[in-house]
């Protein structure tokens, strides 16, 4: 059974930081491209970064170059998101998803086949 587990989200001040965390199972790491996603209320799903976990190679959106780490950890089926100089418009409720290595450099949620069940990230102004 695929299973992808989201953790580190919670409540921090503006200019903050937070790790997230994914831990996938039940699948070939190596095989597949881990992206993260993050919606809002009232706001659809967009893709935030991702990392194609044979070889490392990562993406992110223009809204979070240079503020947002995405690396793996091959060995803990682990993927993290560190996210740094938090804003109040990256509140959001973060997912990580798992798709093939071929959609590894899209940020189009309908590209991923596994989904977590999210992690709540809320940054205070």
């Known amino acids: 059974e695929v299973q992808l587990v989201e953790s580190g989200g919670g409540l921090v001040q503006a200019g903050g930081s937070l790790r997230l965390s994914c831990a996938a199972s039940?699948?070939?790491?190596?095989?597949?491209?881990i992206g993260w996603f993050r919606q809002a209320p009232g706001k659809e799903r967009e893709g935030v970064s991702s990392?194609?976990?044979?070889?490392?190679?990562?993406y992110y959106a223009d809204s979070v170059k240079g503020r947002f780490t995405i690396s793996s950890d091959n060995a803990k089926n682990t993927v993290y998101l560190q996210m740094n100089i938090l804003k109040p418009e990256d509140t959001a409720v973060y997912y990580c998803?798992?798709?093939?290595?071929?959609?590894?450099?899209?940020?189009?949620?309908?590209?991923?086949?596994?989904w977590g069940q999210g992690t709540q990230v809320t940054v205070s102004s």
């Open positions: 998803a798992a798709g093939g290595l071929g959609s590894g450099w899209s940020l189009l949620p309908w590209e991923y086949d596994y």
């Open positions: 039940g699948f070939t790491f190596d095989d597949y491209a």
């Open positions: 990392i194609m976990c044979d070889d490392g190679v990562t």
